[in-house]
């Protein structure tokens, strides 16, 4: 009898707890909508008021006359009252729902001034299992078309071959493999135009990751003596030599060529699609990060060794770089004015050249 009376017990109470977290969860739920209702209003001010400055400026632009100007105005003053007349009704009988309801599966309502990921676990009473619902939200839905973008980004892909241009020595007598010794870079850059009414002339600027490769010839490897770094002969055969180096740095460019113009009612665009453009300029940052990987084989075995190390290289990246091309596939070249390594007797400077593609 004890046993039973405990047994009951427990279940009222565990009863007793859901209850009060279904309860719980209502009044949150109520109390986030309350909230929002709030801002429904100011957030449909800032977007009129971005409306009336993205008409403003065509009639500064002389795209639109006065006249069409003020019925722009008052049709977007209309559309906002509109929508902040509907917005606050459907958070109303939202509201009404849930207090006339305590089934806490009802879904919350997506929130108009955040962007975020909502994740719902929906409890399966039958099944004993739970389902993950994902549902993006995005802000950009009440956010009014942006009348003429200044600024643009693009994910920015290079890849080909490096070398390094040594004092008083040609590339024909470096110690690099030509084909062996590769760049591969990686980041993102935004384009902003120059000229008000004009896109022949962009300023990019960004940030990368280069990774600048190179692989010694002759059987040589790269060992630290001192405050120099110098090439030498390994004791065994390599199957393969190569030094890389790992540059976090901001490029900036020029940027020159036509584009083509778009024009409608609601927003002007300046497309670079098939179209020829160059770009000159240079970049600067530093070093993230050495190392030197040894393959080889020794009494049967295969050894791969990953040394990490600074090998006197400079912590600070800094050179010039060009491209030029068609659409979005460019011929890509870039210089280091820094050295190599720091102390030693004979400079050397890094040299790439390759293919770059932005990708909008």
């Known amino acids: 009898m004890r046993k039973i009376t405990t047994i009951l017990v427990m279940l009222i109470l565990l009863?007793?707890?859901d209850a009060l977290g279904q309860s719980n969860g209502l009044e949150r739920k109520i109390k986030k909508l309350k909230e929002q209702r709030e801002k429904v209003e100011d957030q449909e001010k800032k977007a009129l008021k971005q409306?009336?400055?993205?008409?403003?400026?065509?009639?500064?632009?002389?795209?639109?006359?006065?006249?069409?100007?003020?019925?722009l105005k008052e049709a977007a003053a209309k559309k906002r009252a509109l929508n902040i007349e509907n917005r606050i009704s459907i958070?109303?009988?939202?509201?009404?729902?849930?207090?006339?309801?305590?089934?806490?599966?009802?879904?919350?309502?997506?929130?108009?001034?955040?962007?975020a990921v909502i994740i719902n676990l929906t409890d399966n009473d039958d099944e004993d299992y739970r389902i993950l619902g994902i549902r993006f939200r995005d802000k950009e839905w009440d956010r009014p078309v942006k009348y003429d973008r200044r600024t643009y980004s693009d994910f920015v892909i290079a890849i080909g071959l490096n070398n390094a241009i040594i004092e008083n020595q040609s590339l024909d007598d470096s110690p690099y493999?030509?084909?062996?010794?590769?760049?591969?870079?990686?980041g993102w850059q935004w384009r902003t135009r120059v000229?008000?009414?004009?896109?022949?002339?962009?300023?990019?600027?960004?940030?990368?990751?280069?990774?600048?490769?190179?692989?010694?010839?002759?059987?040589?490897y790269f060992v630290i003596n001192g405050d120099q770094t110098d090439l030498e002969e390994f004791p065994l055969e390599l199957n393969k030599s190569k030094l890389r180096m790992d540059n976090?740095?901001?490029?900036?460019?020029?940027?020159?060529?036509?584009?083509?113009?778009y024009a409608s009612e609601d927003k002007i665009r300046y497309s670079l699609n098939r179209q020829f453009r160059m770009g000159i300029g240079g970049y600067g940052g530093f070093n993230i990060g050495?190392?030197?990987?040894?393959?080889?084989?020794?009494?049967?075995?295969?050894?791969?060794?990953?040394?990490?190390?600074?090998?006197?290289?400079?912590?600070?990246?800094?050179g010039l770089s060009a491209y030029i091309g068609f659409d979005n596939t460019l011929l890509y070249c870039k210089y280091d004015l820094n050295t190599i390594f720091t102390d030693n007797p004979v400079e050397q400077r890094n040299i790439s050249l390759g293919l770059r593609f932005d990708i909008d």
Do not use: C
């Open 290 to 318: 050495t190392r030197q990987k040894l393959k080889y084989s020794e009494n049967g075995d295969d050894i791969k060794d990953k040394l990490k190390r600074d090998y006197n290289t400079s912590n600070l990246i800094y």
């Open 91 to 115: 958070i109303d009988n939202r509201i009404a729902l849930l207090e006339r309801n305590e089934d806490l599966s009802i879904d919350e309502p997506i929130e108009e001034d955040t962007n």
């Open 15 to 17: 009863l007793a707890q």
């Open 177 to 186: 493999k030509i084909g062996g010794s590769r760049f591969f870079e990686m």
């Open 51 to 71: 409306e009336v400055k993205d008409i403003n400026a065509r009639f500064d632009n002389g795209t639109i006359s006065f006249e069409k100007a003020q019925e």
């Open 248 to 261: 976090l740095v901001f490029p900036i460019h020029f940027e020159f060529g036509p584009s083509k113009y």
């Open 195 to 220: 000229f008000r009414n004009s896109n022949w002339l962009r300023l990019n600027y960004g940030l990368s990751f280069q990774f600048n490769g190179l692989k010694p010839v002759d059987n040589q």
